[in-house]
């Protein structure tokens, strides 16, 4: 089955919040009740400016390698603090939407619009400015990644 894919652009309310597309949101098991439950993700500040949205399940397959890692190597531990510090786990409301926290937002430069990306096992969160200036920038080495590995 095919993950989360597109691109969609929404607002942010005053209280930091946005709503998942409604496509997406159906790909959530029974969309009716996870909205009802209150549906959990993580998100993560990624190193690039933007944020990753985790389904549960999914973290917990990326926190495996986290959890392997021993505290007593002080490269290894110093990643799973810089690892768990970008971390934070938030709820979807019933009506579908996540309040970001606001260092997160700050992370992100996002303020009033937010582009969301399904990309399959997660979303990705840009501002909508931050996207666009990376893609110009990386015009040419998408070309050449993209050759590289496709």
Same mark, same amino acid.
């Given at each position: 089955?095919?993950? &989360?894919?597109?691109?969609?652009?929404?607002?942010?309310?005053?209280?930091?919040?946005?709503?998942?597309?409604?496509? &997406?949101? /159906?790909?959530?098991?029974?969309?009716?009740?996870?909205?009802? /439950?209150?549906?959990?993700?993580?998100?993560?500040?990624?190193?690039?400016? %933007?944020?990753?949205?985790?389904?549960?399940?999914?973290?917990?397959?990326?926190?495996?390698?986290?959890?392997?890692? %021993?505290? &007593?190597?002080?490269?290894?531990?110093?990643?799973?603090?810089?690892?768990?510090? *970008?971390?934070? %786990?938030?709820?979807?409301? *019933?009506?579908?939407?996540?309040?970001?926290?606001?260092?997160?937002?700050?992370?992100?430069?996002?303020? /009033?619009?937010?582009?969301?990306?399904?990309?399959?096992?997660?979303?990705?969160?840009?501002?909508?400015? /931050?996207?666009? %200036?990376?893609?110009?920038?990386?015009?040419? *080495?998408?070309?050449?990644?993209?050759? *590289?590995? &496709?």
């Amino acid at each position: 089955m095919a993950g &989360f894919i597109g691109k969609e652009q929404h607002s942010i309310d005053e209280k930091g919040r946005f709503m998942i597309p409604a496509r &997406f949101r /159906k790909l959530l098991g029974d969309g009716k009740e996870a909205r009802a /439950k209150g549906a959990i993700f993580y998100v993560m500040k990624a190193f690039d400016g %933007s944020l990753e949205l985790y389904e549960p399940e999914i973290w917990a397959e990326k926190e495996k390698g986290l959890m392997s890692l %021993s505290d &007593f190597n002080p490269d290894e531990r110093m990643l799973k603090t810089m690892m768990y510090e *970008r971390l934070d %786990s938030v709820e979807m409301d *019933r009506q579908g939407r996540i309040a970001l926290p606001k260092d997160f937002l700050l992370h992100a430069a996002i303020v /009033k619009d937010i582009v969301i990306i399904g990309a399959n096992v997660k979303m990705i969160l840009w501002s909508p400015e /931050k996207l666009t %200036s990376m893609i110009r920038e990386s015009g040419t *080495r998408f070309q050449v990644l993209a050759g *590289r590995y &496709f």
